[in-house]
């Protein structure tokens, strides 16, 4: 790895983006093949964050509540 993908992995952690530090590089390879400039690349990387705390959010409260099963 290089010394700005570790300064760039550094500052994910601090900004807490750990779904975008997780996933960097699929996500970069991602922008790359849909020829993303670089607002629409961070708008990508924005949404995937979100998308995935929401996730993570609703994980977390089905567990919390305790439901006795799941319903579809």
Do not use: W
Not at 34 to 55: G, I, T
């Amino acid at each position: 790895m290089t010394v700005d993908h570790d300064r760039l992995i550094n500052l994910l952690n601090r900004l807490k983006l750990t779904n975008i530090r997780n996933k960097l590089d699929n996500l970069l390879d991602e922008a790359a093949r849909k020829q993303l400039n670089l607002r629409e690349a961070f708008l990508f990387l924005c949404e995937q964050e979100v998308s995935d705390k929401n996730q993570s959010r609703l994980r977390t409260g089905v567990v919390r509540a305790k439901f006795p099963y799941i319903r579809t």
